[in-house]
């Protein structure tokens, strides 16, 4: 019965030791914010005047196209017919993403949003894009910062936001607007469940679309 008593003491024994030398498991923290484009334009000029960012969803992505009408810049006179549109097929629904003025509407589509006014920057050329940014729990972006805006749409869960100003924070179904260009920034999933967010960017299109940052 002693040797019986030993045998089960000494595997004990070494049972944790061997859990003091195992790594310990992969936290949701550890895991990383996937960032992925899922449409994007690139224009000489922008519309004139205040701008903000209309979300709408749609039935189809065909049927978005058609609504939203054709963006044409014309370098001559720098007129447009309609303003510049975005479509795309993300998280189980088809979005539109128009660039534009305050309370417009698309005939055939339902508002989520309307984000702005986008903060104005001038460039010799400007790249529009919209990301799909998802996570668990405690994933983050490297920090970093944009030659632009970038303004968030949140789908589900909580986003939070950290720049030299402070953190904030986003819950599911509202919007953040962006900073001006060059503000250092971490993107990182606030909640307790996953998160997945839009994001729109307008972006200075001759330099890099981001640049690695850290704060002070």
Known sequence: MNRLLSTVRLAAGVICVVGLLLPPPTRAADEKYVVEPVAEIKVKQLPKGPLYWRVENFPTVDQAKVAAGEYHWNPDTVTYDG????????????????????????????????????????????????????GPPGAKTPVHSHFGSE??????????????????????????????????????NAGTTDLSALIMFVVDGTKPFSTPGKFD
């Open 83 to 134: 303003w510049p549109s975005l479509a795309a097929d993300v998280a189980g629904k088809v979005w539109l993403f128009t660039l534009g003025p305050q309370g417009g509407a698309t005939p055939g589509g339902i508002k989520v949003a309307e984000i702005g006014p986008v903060p104005p920057l001038s460039a010799p050329e400007y790249l529009l894009r919209v990301n799909y940014g998802s």
């Open 151 to 188: 303004a968030f749409y949140v789908i589900s869960g909580k986003l939070g936001q950290r720049t030299p100003s402070g953190i904030s924070y986003v819950e599911a179904g509202h919007s953040m607007n962006g900073h001006t260009a060059g503000m250092t920034m971490e993107v990182f």
